[in-house]
């Protein structure tokens, strides 16, 4: 289970709309399991395919804290078929767009549909965490970040700032002298 490197903001490929999986092989398995790899190493407690840059609809969440056993949750295909009306506020993160953190008001409870890994179609009721931490990994299967819930004004800076990292990182040690923090 080899892991994968994590594609960082502004990667265009985090703007994809992922394709379904048409059927769950062993194949799929063993993406997930890298996955799970991935976003476990990281850390992070969710993880879609297309941050390791593999444009299919699959989800990896584990909500465990750190003192309790492992508990993951595979999503293949996920929809959001039902949101409540009430929301919650959370302080969000992503893996892709490191140490940077914004509240994001979303549904507090949601219905997702998915196949597990079994490819049996399966139903979850979330809600609190697990409801955010859903819809925040299947906006990223169509293209959207948790920033795109943000003023256009925080989401242009918090680009802005990417960008220029990824410029600075690619001028490599030219720009030594712009000491500026990565994130
Ligand atoms: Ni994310």
């Known amino acids: 289970m080899p892991k994968r490197q994590i594609i960082k903001l502004p990667d265009p490929r985090l703007r994809v709309k992922s394709a379904p999986v ?3 092989t062993d194949e799929m398995r063993a993406l997930l399991d890298d996955m799970l790899e991935t976003m476990y190493a990281a850390p992070g407690i969710g993880l879609a395919a297309i941050q390791i840059g593999v444009p299919r609809r699959l989800v ?3 909500l465990a804290k750190d003192d309790e056993l492992r508990n993951p949750l595979f999503l293949i295909n996920p929809e959001i078929v039902w949101t409540s009306d009430d929301t919650r ?3 969000e993160g992503c893996l892709s767009i490191p140490e940077y953190y914004a ?3 979303r549904p507090d409870r949601c219905r997702v549909r998915f196949l597990d890994r079994q490819g049996v179609a ?3 009721d979330c809600e609190g965490l697990q409801a955010t931490c859903v819809q925040h ?3 990223h299967t ?3 970040l ?3 819930h943000l003023s256009r004004l925080k989401r242009d800076r918090v680009i802005k700032k990417f960008a220029k990292a990824a410029r600075r990182d690619s001028e490599g040690s030219a720009a030594s002298d712009a000491a500026e923090p990565s994130a």
């Open 137 to 139: 990994e299947v906006d």
């Open 122 to 124: 399966q139903e979850l």
């Open 89 to 91: 506020i959370h302080e």
């Open 60 to 62: 990896v969440i584990d």
């Open 142 to 144: 169509n293209g959207v």
């Open 103 to 105: 509240e994001v008001e």
């Open 146 to 148: 948790f920033i795109d």
């Open 22 to 24: 048409a059927e769950v």
